[in-house]
């Protein structure tokens, strides 16, 4: 049976260095190298994501932006994505600016990401640019005076901040805005919220699906540890939560592995793959 596996990169294939260990890479490639199909599912961007897989020979499209955009690593481009209508783009940001919050829009330029923000900035967000700054895929637009109308296709509406504050944003959006809200603690502190914006519809669940139709997968196999990897668990013919998952995660999964510091996704396919052949 053609298997598909997916994998959510921060807290699940990455480990508490937030980085692809030795040994995952050697396995992955493995995997890979015999004909296994593997991807990511992830909320980052291409900009992050194609240097923390630099070691794993990706060769399907990488679902970032939490399936939005689809990267192709090898020929260094987006094949697929999920635009925000513009007038939902300026709903959105209405929403969070009458909470004192103000949006990052991330918007496709060719095979850059342009990001774009106004206004004040949390210490998080702060700290959150200056650690993006430079990198190859990424450009940040930073006090524009409007930075809602723009011939690029917008796809992503992001705030990092304290979890509390995001809390009534979310609400409001989710009952009076058509778009997909996620919502989610920080891995590292989880006072801090992230908050993801895409348009309506748009889920890692759907992402991995039409990603196994493409491939032709009869099985997909999904790895998670954060409450946005749910919908992605439900969806997967069989789905492995990490054993440093929130507990909603675990209680969704078909089972629970190791942690994220023990190479354990790694491990557990090669050990399914070659357990089939």
């Given at each position: ?20 260990s ?84 991330y918007?496709?330029h060719?095979?850059?990401?342009h ?22 895929l ?140």
């Amino acid at each position: 049976m053609k298997t598909l596996y997916v994998s959510d990169l921060d807290g699940t294939l990455l480990n508490s260095d937030s980085k692809v260990s030795n040994g995952t890479a050697l396995m992955l490639n493995r995997v890979i190298e015999a004909g296994g199909l593997f991807s990511v599912a992830t909320a980052r961007t291409p900009a992050t994501a194609t240097g923390l897989l630099t070691d794993v020979h990706v060769s399907l499209p990488m679902l970032t932006l939490s399936g939005a955009g689809w990267w192709d690593n090898i020929n260094r481009r987006y094949t697929h994505v999920e635009a925000i209508p513009p007038n939902v783009v300026c709903a959105v940001a209405d929403v969070m600016e009458r909470h004192g919050v103000n949006p990052f829009v991330y918007r496709r330029h060719g095979s850059l990401l342009h990001t774009h923000h106004h206004g004040e900035m949390s210490e998080v967000e702060r700290r959150f640019v200056a650690e993006r700054q430079g990198l190859p895929l990424k450009r940040f637009f930073l006090d524009e005076d409007d930075i809602l109308h723009n011939p690029d296709e917008a796809i992503l509406m992001f705030s990092h901040r304290g979890y509390e504050q995001l809390r009534p944003v979310v609400e409001e959006l989710r009952r009076d805005v058509p778009c997909q809200v996620m919502f989610y603690h920080d891995i590292v502190d989880p006072d801090i919220g992230l908050l993801e914006v895409y348009a309506a519809g748009c889920t890692k669940a759907d992402a991995v699906l039409r990603l196994a139709a493409e491939v032709g997968a009869e099985r997909v196999v999904t790895f998670g540890d954060n409450r946005n990897d749910i919908p992605m668990l439900r969806a997967a013919t069989h789905s492995v939560a990490m054993g440093n998952a929130f507990p909603e995660v675990k209680a969704v999964a078909s089972e629970v592995t190791g942690t994220n510091d023990e190479d354990a996704v790694a491990r557990w396919i090669e050990r399914d793959f070659f357990g089939e052949q």
